[in-house]
């Protein structure tokens, strides 16, 4: 069937690891025979044929036990350790004692491993904060004011009306001249065209001294001879 087999041996073992892993850290401490239902619930385990026949528990000792091994304060009170220890002729099948009693009566495997879920988060929870007291300052999500659209548009309106109240002419150079004014923007300023037109003038007078002095006078020999050519 897939299932652990519980034995006289073993039963006490397995339902403590069954507790374990599907319980801890419940609070309080549930008794031996509710952990054993809620472990046959799960369908994890069967027992074994011999509980059918002489082969049953001592309830009683059973019960103290099981107190000894979850709550070792336990040890504390008599009753239960001459419970887990000694059995006598009239305790031999007498229903354990009122310190066996737990508060689980009547409630399912499901509802309570929900309920060791939440105990569990709660003491992880709780270990964090003590290791660490800024854990929940620091994790906490900071408070965003709400985003007020009226407020932005006025604030950029008066943002845009200043940047275009502070623009004014700037000078391009230190004799005061604008690169605005008549001119396109990107055009040179005035004083530019001037030096330009009057590089262009120096530069066309020196080209045309520069050509009178490559000239050369023409001889007079060679109009002389050309005077005395006879005419045909």
């Given at each position: 069937?897939?299932?652990?087999?519980?034995?006289?041996?073993?039963?006490?073992?397995?339902?403590?690891?069954?507790?374990?892993?599907?319980?801890?850290?419940?609070?309080?401490?549930?008794?031996?025979?509710?952990?054993?239902?809620?472990?046959?619930?799960?369908?994890?385990?069967?027992?074994?044929?011999?509980?059918?026949?002489?082969?049953?528990?001592?309830?009683?000792?059973?019960?103290?036990?099981?107190?000894?091994?979850?709550?070792?304060?336990?040890?504390?009170?008599?009753?239960?350790?001459?419970?887990?220890?000694?059995?006598?002729?009239e305790k031999r099948g007498a229903r354990p004692g009122p310190w066996a009693e737990d508060e689980y009566t009547g409630i399912g495997f499901m509802t309570v491993t929900m309920t060791a879920a939440?105990?569990?988060?709660?003491?992880?929870?709780?270990?964090?904060?003590?290791?660490?007291?800024?854990?929940?300052?620091?994790?906490?999500?900071?408070?965003?004011?709400?985003?007020?659209?009226?407020?932005?548009?006025?604030?950029?309106?008066?943002?845009?009306?200043?940047?275009?109240?502070?623009?004014?002419?700037?000078?391009?150079?230190?004799?005061?001249?604008?690169?605005?004014?008549?001119?396109?923007?990107?055009?040179?300023?005035?004083?530019?065209?001037?030096?330009?037109?009057?590089?262009?003038?120096?530069?066309?007078?020196?080209?045309?001294?520069?050509?009178?002095?490559?000239?050369?006078?023409?001889?007079?020999?060679?109009?002389?001879?050309?005077?005395?050519?006879?005419?045909?």
């Amino acid at each position: 069937m897939n299932r652990i087999q519980l034995t006289q041996r073993n039963i006490m073992n397995e339902v403590f690891k069954f507790y374990r892993e599907h319980l801890h850290p419940l609070h309080p401490i549930p008794s031996f025979r509710h952990t054993l239902m809620w472990a046959m619930q799960s369908q994890k385990y069967v027992l074994s044929w011999q509980f059918s026949f002489s082969g049953q528990m001592n309830w009683t000792a059973a019960e103290a036990n099981w107190l000894l091994i979850m709550d070792p304060t336990a040890a504390s009170n008599y009753d239960v350790v001459e419970s887990a220890v000694f059995i006598t002729a009239e305790k031999r099948g007498a229903r354990p004692g009122p310190w066996a009693e737990d508060e689980y009566t009547g409630i399912g495997f499901m509802t309570v491993t929900m309920t060791a879920a939440d105990q569990h988060e709660e003491a992880n929870a709780q270990r964090d904060e003590e290791e660490n007291p800024d854990f929940n300052g620091a994790s906490s999500v900071p408070e965003v004011d709400e985003f007020d659209l009226t407020q932005f548009a006025d604030e950029l309106r008066e943002v845009v009306q200043g940047a275009s109240d502070s623009e004014v002419d700037h000078s391009d150079d230190d004799d005061g001249a604008t690169a605005h004014g008549g001119a396109p923007p990107g055009a040179p300023p005035n004083y530019r065209a001037r030096e330009a037109a009057a590089m262009a003038e120096e530069e066309s007078e020196s080209e045309s001294e520069q050509k009178q002095a490559r000239r050369k006078p023409r001889s007079r020999y060679v109009l002389d001879e050309a005077d005395d050519t006879p005419e045909f």
